[in-house]
Structures are given as structure tokens and as C-alpha cells.
């Protein structure tokens, strides 16, 4: 549709009345009355109703002119019965010049709707969210034209504003007669934790639906020039976006912004807008109506590929809402409030560190896994994180009060009082927890049976290092170099790369800080470079296999790393060494950069050691054999209990299904342990269970005496390990870590034992 800026600069006579209506300021119910006769009059209709629908997901005849006033919150019917409730079920129109003849019709002798012939229903949405149906009927059998129908459509979205800000702001008092909005009820969605803690605060939609403040046009014509532009310089952006720097990198992210170029150039989305605006909306306003038509239509089908696209059409609206409010279009607005709690579909590492820290309380997605980028930065830095909280972007308004659970993997939306206060409550224990462990924070890790135990952090960007004072930690156990390279934009070059690691060795002062060279490939994706499409990138070309094919982009880290290192102890360890000859060969480039060090007559780090990931089984099976050539072992615990248990560590169905406390789990454990003891290389570990008490405790049971942890876990671990007999747990774990073994997991055991001995886990 081309729009002619001469048809009409004036608002129609119904925006008109309804805009005189929406002046008043009485309560919702009369305002709905004056809306009803205003639409009545304005349309010539004999009959305007409003429906809306209640908790029980009844519709009730709330407001009508036209139809018999008795009837009014008396008169229900179901979504799907009669014409009113097909409209809500299927959130389209419907236009008849003989309702009555049409199947569904079902005559409700109260409303006296007998003469009635010709019928024309629309959704009143908001949010995707049904919330009822405005109704016009007229005797004579005539249906109503496109622009009636587009007229009527905007009416319905601006009394979805009215009803739900009213409700909003004025609680009881805008209550329409027992009438309580669905859209606005308490709710609560199930997750995945990916990072634990229980916050309370307030939402915020990382790419947030601009409210449209003034939703009536004064001047369409005008109007329709600032939609042609915002139009302009959104599809410019997505041009930009198509032959930018960032897709010509990524064959992934070309898909995608191709996507989005799709979107901005199709004509049926856009002729939606300049319709809309054409009836009398705001551009913005015209974007959230559009917006509520799709995700009504949408969220109804099963296809993920169809809810997958709104979610891109959702982008899309937000990129022309901020286009039209002048915005350039470049990351998010990040003026958080001082308890945000951030809901997006998905979240970079580099956009959450977007945000002020200071003001996060904790991560809401609809999407995310648990070892995503996203989540370990959440859990090294303390913010909670849920993930896999499906469909939650359509429940949640900016404001909403929120508590994240992450010990039940839920959250609450606008919860219920009582909800609120036994939360409060599990906050104060929880307060009393970390105040318990910030007291520890001097106290050495030692085991009942005076088994000194070192507990370290993973860590891997700045924010990360202020940590290390405050937790009391024995230093950086896991230092992920790689994060670095993910949450920049281009390639950190040698000089950015020296000085972090410089700072995190200052940062740690006298403790040890152990880095670990790229990990990259798998779920480590970084933006500047393409990945190589792999049927099962977990066991692909990543990390160390990487770095010895192509060495010059780890010779560089290295480098960076002897340099950075200059008269400290440096530690640097490899990451995925699947056999010893592998990491004799990366140990060789190391040399090199030292010898090279050496020769330029820079300053040598005063002490060197080279260690070992062990995140292989086939490199568990050598223990032996690499003892003779690394420095030290380092037990990544998440890679080896994929590649252990062949299971995907970041496939929500499948990471959960094992136990690393399966006897079978253990015995690698202990024989990874014992085989380190008896070459006298220091073995630590460094996964995720090092962070937790049950699987820490259990591991020093198994000789294990170094931890490396995220920064959550030092004070809970600490206080199980002060209360632990390690020599009394071992033996009574030793019985059942043998192959002969059926039991699934040795857990119940270790929480008997806990429970027994007063160990807090
Ligand atoms: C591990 O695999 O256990 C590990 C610590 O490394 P990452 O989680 O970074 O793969
Ligand atoms: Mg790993």
C-alpha cells in the first residue's frame, strides 16, 4: 500500500471521540461506558460492546451500548463459544453481515441482540495476550468496510492501554467490578538455574517495548512521514547490518541479518504499520499494535521455526521503535534502576557486562545454557541466572516486581504477598549464610583431620579480580583467557592481552594465578572469526587442537603471557590435551616464546610451570605417562563428564542425566588422584563440582587437596570442608567406587554422612 499523504491529515471522527473519552478521568468502568457510546456514535452503529476476559478465562460483557444494561457482567461465555468467543480463541477479526446465520452463533436471550444482523468483533490485545473483545453490531445486513475494521482495531488497542494502566497504577480502586485482568496475575515460570542466588528486584526488558505515550496521532499525514523515516533508517540499519563488518565474518550472523533485512523489506509488515498509522495511530503506537497481532497469531503455533521468527520480528519492532524515537540504533539503553532484573531472550557476555554491576540483582532468559558464556560469567561475578524460562518475555512488563529462585529454578512474577515474605525470609537466612562465610573469609581451609585444602577461583575477565580479596581466596585456579577474546569486538591484541593477565597477577598479590591458553572451538565461538560448521563441535577442532594446527594465534598468548609474567610465578596451563604427545608439543611452543624472551634480553618470569587440563578420558588413562611431562594437572571436570558420560553438557534433556558422584565417575576421579600422588605432581580440580559441597567434600575424599571454584562456592564449600574428617568420608565411600557397582550415584551416601557429622552442605 503507497500512502498519500493528501487523503487525510485529520484524526477520523471515531479517534475523535475517543479521544474526548479517554480525557475523562473516572474510574475504568466509566470510562468503558463512555468509550461504548462514543464508538456507537461515531461508527452509527446501534450496538458497541466491550468483553473482557476474567482469571477463569471466562468473557463477560463488561461495558454496552446498544445491548440490554442488565446483562452487563452478568452475560459470560467461554473463548470459542458464540461469536465473541471465536473472536478471543483465534485474535483475528470477524466480519459478518448475517451473524446470525453463521454456525457459531449463539443467541443470548439477556442482551436482547435479537434485531441485530451485522457483526463485527476485534481482539483487544495486549502483550500477545488476549485480554477481551470489542463488539459493533447494526441492524441492517451490511458488513463493515477495511477501514471501519482497521478503525476499529485501534480502538481496541488504545482501550488495551487504558484498562491495563489503569489497573496498573490505580490497584483496587480502577478494579472493574470484580473484573481482575488476566494479563496482570501473579505468576510463576520454571527454569533451569545456571546461576544459583535468590534475588528479588525489578524487571527490565533488555531490549525493552518503548511505551507509547501519546498513541493518537494530532496530524496522520505528519505522522505518516515520521513512520517513512523511522521505516528508513531501520531497513538502512539492517543494510548495514547485512554487508557490515560482523556478518562478513560470520556465515551464522549473515543468516541471521538476512532474516531481519527479510522482515524490514516485507511488504505485509510494513503496509500493517502504515495501515494502522493511517487510521490514526501513533508510529509507535501503530508498531505495538502490529507487534500484539503477531505474537497473538504466533504464540499460538507449535512450530518453534514460526516462534523463533517473532522473536526476530520482536527485535524488529524494538529496532524501529528506538529509530523513531530518534535513538541511534546501537546497543540497548543500560539505565538500569538499582535492583534490575534483566528478561531477554538470549544475552551476549559482552551485553550483560553492558549493564552497570553495581545495579544487577540477577538474569532472566527465555533461552541460555548452562555453559554458555553468559552463564559462567554470571556465576563468576555472582549474579543468578535462569535460563530455559519459556515464554516468560510475554508475561513480563518493565517494573514488575521479581524474585529469582534459583534453588527451585523459578521466577515470580508481581508475586503474592505471602510469596514475598517467605522469600524475604529465605533472603535473611541466606544473608545470615554469607555473612557466616564472610566471617570465615581469614580462616584457611583445613579439614578436621588437618588436611590443609586450597580453595581457588575461576576466573577470566577485570571485573573478576576484586574477588579474590573478597572471598578470601588462595588464588586464581582457572584463569579463562578466552573470555577476553569472546567479549571483544575484534582481537585483542598483544598489548591488551599483557596487561590483563599483568593485572590479574597483581591482583593476586603472592597467590598463585593459573592461566589457562585459549579454549576455543565448541560453544566457544568468537565473533570476529567464522566457525567451522562441525556435525559435533564439542569433539571438533577446538582448543589445543586448534592452537597446534594454526599455532601462531597461541604463540602470540604465550608471548603475551611470559611477558605479563616478568619477574612473578607464572602458570600456564593447556586446555583439551587429548595425549601426551600433544601437550609435549604445546609445552614446545612455550619454550620457544621463552627462548625468544630470553634472546630479546626481556625479563623472565621468576619462576615456570606448565601444566595439564585433563579433560579427557583418554588423558585420564595416561596419568602416568603425563605426570613425567606436565607441572601440574588440573582436572576439568565439566569437559571430562561430557566426554566421560556422552553427554552434551550444554543439552538441558541430557546434562543432568548423570551423576558425577556415579561410582563408575569416581573411580576415574581417584584414579586420576592416586596417580598424580604417586609422581608427585599437584593435581587439582577445577569444574563446576569443585564449587559444590557435596561433590568438594567428595573429592577431597579422593585425595584431591586444590579446589578452583566460581566465586559463589568458596564460603559454602569452606564451611563443609571445616567440618570434614576427609580420611572418615573416604573410607566409607571406598567400599563403592568399584566397577562392580550398580548404584547410579554415591550421593545419598556422602548426605548421610553429612548429615551424621553436622557437615553443612
Ligand atoms: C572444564 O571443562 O571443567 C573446565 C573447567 O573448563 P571449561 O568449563 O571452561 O570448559
Ligand atoms: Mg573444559
Known amino acids: 500500500m503507497t500512502v498519500d499523504p493528501n487523503i487525510k491529515s485529520q484524526p477520523p471522527k471515531l479517534m475523535r471521540a475517543i479521544r474526548n473519552a479517554m480525557a475523562g478521568t473516572e474510574s475504568v468502568q466509566e470510562r468503558l461506558d463512555d468509550f461504548v457510546a462514543a464508538i456507537s456514535k461515531a461508527m452509527q452503529v446501534k450496538v458497541a460492546s466491550i468483553y473482557l476476559l476474567r482469571p477463569g478465562e471466562d468473557l463477560e460483557l463488561s461495558a454496552t451500548q446498544g445491548l440490554k444494561a442488565s446483562a452487563v457482567h452478568k452475560t459470560r461465555m467461554k473463548p470459542g463459544e458464540g461469536l465473541v468467543g471465536h473472536v478471543a480463541l483465534t485474535a483475528r477479526p470477524l466480519n459478518l453481515a448475517d451473524a446470525p446465520s453463521h454456525p457459531l452463533f449463539s443467541y443470548r436471550p439477556e ?22 473483545v470489542l463488539v459493533v453490531q447494526s441492524v441492517a445486513a451490511r458488513s463493515f468496510n477495511e477501514e471501519e475494521v482497521e478503525d476499529l482495531l485501534t480502538v481496541a488497542m488504545v482501550l488495551a492501554e487504558i484498562i491495563v494502566d489503569d489497573e496498573r497504577v490505580g490497584g ?65 540499519s539492517v543494510d548495514a547490518m547485512v554487508s557490515g563488518e560482523t556478518a562478513s565474518l560470520s556465515r551464522a550472523s549473515k543468516e541471521i541479518y538476512e532474516t531481519y533485512r527479510m522482515f524490514a523489506y516485507d511488504r505485509k509488515w510494513v503496509g500493517r504499520l502504515r495501515e494502522a498509522v493511517h487510521s490514526g495511530l501513533t508510529s509507535e503506537a501503530a508498531v505495538e499494535r502490529v507487534r500484539n497481532e503477531h505474537r497473538a497469531r504466533l504464540m499460538k503455533s507449535r512450530d518453534p521455526y514460526l516462534r523463533a521468527r517473532l522473536h526476530d520480528l520482536e527485535d ?84 514488575d516486581e521479581v524474585l ?73 585456579g582457572l584463569f579463562r583467557t578466552e573470555f577476553q577474546f569472546m567479549v ?35 560453544d566457544k565461538i568468537l565473533p570476529y572469526i567464522d566457525p567451522v560448521p562441525e556435525e559435533n563441535p564439542a569433539i571438533g577442532w577446538r582448543a589445543i587442537r586448534i592452537a597446534l594446527d594454526r599455532p601462531g594465534l597461541m604463540r602470540y598468548q604465550l608471548r603475551a603471557l611470559v611477558a605479563a609474567g616478568a619477574g612473578k610465578h607464572l602458570k600456564v596451563m593447556f586446555p583439551m590435551v587429548t595425549t601426551v604427545e600433544e601437550f609435549i608439543q604445546a609445552r614446545a611452543l612455550f619454550d620457544r616464546e621463552v627462548d625468544r624472551a630470553k634472546k630479546l634480553g626481556e625479563e623472565l618470569p621468576s619462576k615456570i610451570e606448565v601444566g595439564v587440563m585433563l579433560e579427557t ?52 576421579m581417584k584414579y586420576i588422584a592416586e596417580g598424580a600422588a604417586r609422581s608427585g605432581v599437584p593435581v587439582s580440580v ?17 585425595g584431591y587437596r586444590q579446589l578452583s571454584m566460581p566465586v559463589t562456592g568458596i564460603g559454602p564449600v569452606k564451611s563443609a570442608l571445616l567440618k570434614l574428617d576427609a580420611a572418615k568420608l573416604r573410607q566409607t565411600l571406598e567400599p563403592h567406587i568399584t566397577t562392580e557397582s550398580r548404584l547410579m550415584t554415591l550421593r545419598p551416601i556422602v548426605r548421610e554422612f553429612c548429615m551424621e557429622e553436622g557437615i553443612p552442605v
Open 617 to 668: 578420558p583418554s588423558l585420564a588413562w595416561s596419568i602416568n605417562s603425563i605426570c613425567d611431562h606436565a607441572d601440574f594437572v588440573s582436572v576439568g571436570a565439566n569437559d571430562l563428564m561430557q566426554f566421560f558420560f556422552a553427554a552434551d553438557r550444554d543439552n538441558a534433556r541430557v546434562s543432568d542425566r548423570y551423576d558425577p558422584l556415579h561410582p563408575a565417575a569416581l573411580s576415574v
Open 488 to 522: 571483544s569486538e575484534f582481537m585483542p591484541r598483544l598489548k591488551e592481552q599483557t596487561e590483563l593477565y599483568r593485572k590479574a597477577i597483581e591482583a593476586a598479590g603472592s597467590r598463585p594465578v593459573t592461566f589457562r591458553t585459549l579454549d576455543l572451538g565448541g
Open 172 to 236: 483496587k480502586k480502577a478494579a472493574l467490578k470484580g473484573i481482575t485482568l488476566v494479563a496482570f496475575k501473579p505468576e510463576t515460570i520454571k527454569g533451569k538455574t545456571f546461576a544459583n542466588g535468590l534475588v528479588q528486584g525489578h524487571a527490565y526488558l533488555h531490549l525493552p517495548p518503548v511505551a507509547p505515550a501519546n498513541m493518537l496521532a494530532e496530524n496522520i499525514a505528519a505522522e505518516e512521514g515520521r513512520l517513512e523515516e523511522g521505516i528508513a533508517v531501520l531497513r538502512a
Open 686 to 702: 577445577c569444574g563446576e563440582i569443585a564449587g559444590r559441597p557435596i561433590e568438594a567434600i567428595t573429592l577431597v575424599a579422593l
Open 404 to 476: 529469582i529462585d534459583g534453588e527451585e529454578a523459578c521466577v515470580h512474577i508481581r508475586p503474592l504477598e505471602t510469596q514475598v515474605s517467605a522469600f524475604q525470609m529465605r533472603l535473611n537466612i541466606a544473608g545470615e549464610m554469607s555473612r557466616a562465610y564472610e566471617a570465615l573469609k581469614f580462616t584457611p581451609a583445613k579439614t578436621v583431620d588437618n588436611e590443609p585444602i586450597s580453595l581457588q577461583l575461576n576466573a577470566g575477565l577485570l571485573v573478576d579480580l576484586p574477588q579474590i580479596e573478597q572471598s578470601g581466596a588462595d588464588g586464581i
Open 111 to 132: 442482551t436482547g441482540e435479537d434485531p441485530f444482523k451485522s457483526f463485527l468483533g476485534v481482539p483487544i490485545l495486549r502483550g500477545g495476550r488476549t485480554l477481551g
Open 316 to 399: 524488529l519492532a524494538n529496532r524501529l521503535l528506538r529509530a523513531l524515537s530518534g535513538e541511534a540504533l546501537g546497543p540497548g539503553n543500560k539505565n538500569i534502576s538499582d535492583d534490575a532484573i534483566i528478561f531477554a531472550r538470549e544475552i551476549g557476555p559482552a551485553e550483560l557486562l553492558d549493564y552497570d554491576r553495581s545495579k544487577l540483582r540477577g538474569i532472566v532468559l527465555e533461552e541460555g545454557s548452562a555453559s554458555s558464556h553468559t552463564a559462567i560469567i554470571c556465576r563468576a561475578i555472582g549474579v543468578p541466572l535462569l535460563g530455559r524460562a519459556e515464554g516468560v518475555l510475554d508475561l513480563i512488563e518493565i517494573g
